[in-house]
């Protein structure tokens, strides 16, 4: 008799809240729109730890929830305040 193991799926945690810099991951074959078109080839976005809102040039161009927005880019922190002589 055949003993079935349990698969375990890898668990993505929410981003936490904070300013970021997101860069989506590569595109797949089969995805339509959704959205990742918005923040290419990147956008800053706030994360209030369960939705995630993406912003260029000061406009809101997309949002998602924190799993998914997780799941989908990649997050480099961004500093809340910055002096405009910073680099």
Known sequence: MAV?????????????SGHYWATPHAPFALDGPNGHDEVFPGAECISDGKWVTFYKDGEEVWACNAVYAAAHFDFAPV?????????
């Open 79 to 87: 500093p809340i305040h910055r002096s405009p002589t910073d680099n």
């Open 4 to 16: 079935l193991k349990r698969m375990s799926r890898k668990s993505i945690l929410a981003l936490p």
